[in-house]
């Protein structure tokens, strides 16, 4: 199907254990983000993709690691969870009128 | 301080009447664009409105409208004819910089869950 998809959508793991988040996309578009969402906050991007190969910080980057190898794949890394990453994710990606669509999002919680 | 700033936690409205969800922003740029985005309890982000700082006219998308202010720095969010299915989280955001020629980042307000009543 056509669109943004993420998976897991929901994940449980414990504090210290890598976890990635996986990202893709069917638009071919240039530009991906990554956000969480906790309560109080908003969203706020932890990294964005201008293109494959091309990666920068967000706001909350810290603790987290990307990387685009191909243009519809953005996957996140937490490389040791900490239990204040415990949030929902979401993955967008950028059209051409400047519009910004999101994937269904995942749930994580580190115990 | 905050670029983007909702002040309405939380509004209830009844059904069938118009409802104005309130978005004030911060910047110094001269071109950027102001989005709404729809959370409804499933989770999802659904793109609603879009407006351009250099639109002259106010957005229009079905029964949403952005009601554009740029001298108060204001882009409020009305819904006419409010149905159960708009109960949600409603998001103002802002992306600085040129159309296009930015990152496209978005910043976000804290949202405003709105509740309509039968």
């Known amino acids: 199907d056509a669109g943004i998809t993420q998976s897991p959508r929901y994940k449980i793991t414990e504090t210290g254990r890598q976890v990635t988040l996986m990202c893709h996309q069917t638009?071919?578009?240039?530009?991906m983000f990554w956000y969480r969402q906790d309560l109080g906050h908003g969203l706020r991007l932890i990294y964005y993709?201008?293109?494959?190969?091309?990666?920068d910080k967000g706001e909350v980057p810290d603790g987290y690691v990307v990387s685009r190898s191909k243009t519809e794949n953005f996957p996140l890394t937490l490389e040791s969870a900490t239990r204040s990453q415990t949030s929902v994710y979401f993955c967008?990606?950028?059209?051409?009128?400047?519009?910004?669509?999101f994937g269904p999002g995942t749930r994580l919680t580190v115990l | 301080a905050q670029k983007i700033t909702q002040t309405q936690p939380g509004m209830f409205v009844q059904e069938k009447e118009a409802v104005t969800l309130d978005c004030t922003y911060d910047?110094?740029?001269?071109?950027?664009?102001l989005f709404w985005y729809k959370q409804p309890s499933s989770g999802e982000m659904i793109f609603l409105i879009y407006?351009?700082?250099?639109?002259?006219q106010n957005a229009t998308e079905g029964r949403y409208s952005l009601n554009f202010q740029k001298a108060r720095k204001s882009a409020n969010l009305v819904i006419s004819a409010s149905q159960l299915g708009d109960s949600a989280m409603y998001f103002c955001?802002?992306?600085?910089?040129?159309?296009?020629?930015?990152?496209?980042?978005?910043?976000f307000g804290k949202g405003t869950k709105l509740s309509v009543k039968p």
């Open positions: 638009w071919s578009h240039s530009y």
């Open positions: 910047t110094s740029d001269q071109s950027y664009g």
């Open positions: 993709s201008a293109a494959a190969d091309i990666t």
């Open positions: 967008a990606s950028l059209d051409g009128t400047d519009t910004q669509y």
């Open positions: 955001a802002m992306r600085e910089g040129l159309r296009g020629g930015s990152q496209g980042n978005l910043i």
């Open positions: 407006q351009g700082s250099y639109d002259e």
